[in-house]
């Protein structure tokens, strides 16, 4: 049986995906949602920007790429940057079992309380996720805030 | 200036959304978004079913449909349902100022969670929305248990 590939080759999908936002002039950040068995089920990345829509981000497109499915106990949510409220309710709510993540430095959503309720939080600390944002946050300050409706 | 319908008026928007989504045979939960003056933002119903969109819960839909929006903190969200944690996410995430909710009998989300952040609640126990879901969770249980991930 096939097995999960680890944290920082699930990390370099959701990655792929966020440098695509990026070249699409949009939000950086990408995400994958991965099987127990290391199967891919969605991969997507933010998109307010090219769809002028907030409702996707990251994680949320990944959780859509994968259509339907029943119990994802045994699925790992893979994301560039820690889930924020939204993204991380998600992950409650359908019980995603793990979350991945690139980094949490220059923001920090729900991952602590994702944690609380037992889901499993790796933090990679991946320093191209951290330079994306940092650069990003620097160079549009006012997308980024619209993002997180600050 | 404008002021905000009542709530019961706020309802009619999303309970026509969930009708519509049950004559469209999905999910039949609705959801509008109205900004302070009491103008309809976006309005939308759960597309599970119809678009095989699992991410599309009434919330999420009426919160795209407003498109891209500076500041929610003077925007109320009304659905016919307590918004399950994704969608109580969204309204922590954006700072969504008020929730009001049909009813919360059939299916209690994180509304109390939101109360605790400071989001104004109000619950209307209102009969038809009560009706809508007991009737749709006693015909399609698989479909409900699907959209909330159990």
Redesign the interface.
Known sequence: MAELPLPAELLSVALAEARLGLREGGVPIGAALFGADGELLGRGHNR?VQD?????HAE??A??A?????G?GRTTMVTTLSP???????V????IGQVVIGEARTFQ??HDWLAEQGVRITVLDDAECIALMREFIATRPDLWY?D???
């Open positions: 307010r002028g829509d907030p409702s996707t949320t497109a959780f859509r994968a259509g339907r499915l029943r994802y924020c409220w939204y993204c991380s309710g998600l409650r709510q359908f019980g959503g729900g619209e997180i409706g600050e």
